[in-house]
């Protein structure tokens, strides 16, 4: 399915606010409710709309967050990954390509939490080195961005 012009400004809307009805949605794009309502149920059996979510603000929990990124020594990156795995302020684990080879989200309370986080997983085998970086604010965030080209 290739989204026209009046599927993209429903999908930016949608994005803006998922939880826009039907009626303000047709009257944004002056179409018709039932029109715009078969336009959403088609993108969504195309998967071009693969769901809803919520978004929820970062909370004490995730006072200071970070990027870590992990260099790893040849053959290891199965057993670093166990390894990361259980390590609960680890919110998200990236393999990339580049002079590093995975990233890790962190996210905790405080910095000395962050400090300790680093350490553990500097100390795994199998890791060769650490860089770190304190998110110090988020500029904005976009999050189920639909691919339409």
Request: no cysteine; hydrophobic share 45%.
């Amino acid at each position: 399915m290739q989204p026209d012009e009046t599927d993209r400004t429903l999908l930016a809307l949608l994005e803006g606010n998922a939880r826009m009805s039907t009626v303000a949605l047709a009257r944004r794009v002056g179409l018709s409710r039932t029109t715009v309502q078969s336009r959403i149920e088609r993108m969504e059996r195309a998967g071009v709309i693969a769901g809803y979510t919520t978004v929820t603000p970062a909370h004490d929990a995730d006072a200071v967050r970070a990027h870590v990124m992990i260099t790893i020594t040849p053959r290891h990156a199965a057993s670093v990954e166990a390894a990361l795995r259980p390590i609960r302020e680890i919110r998200e684990l990236h393999a990339v390509s580049g002079m590093v080879d995975m990233i890790a989200i962190v996210g905790a309370g405080s910095t000395e939490t962050i400090n300790r986080v680093i350490d553990r997983i500097g100390m795994l085998d199998g890791v060769e080195r650490t860089t770190s970086a304190i998110i110090l604010s988020t500029r904005f965030r976009r999050r189920g961005q639909a691919n339409l080209s």
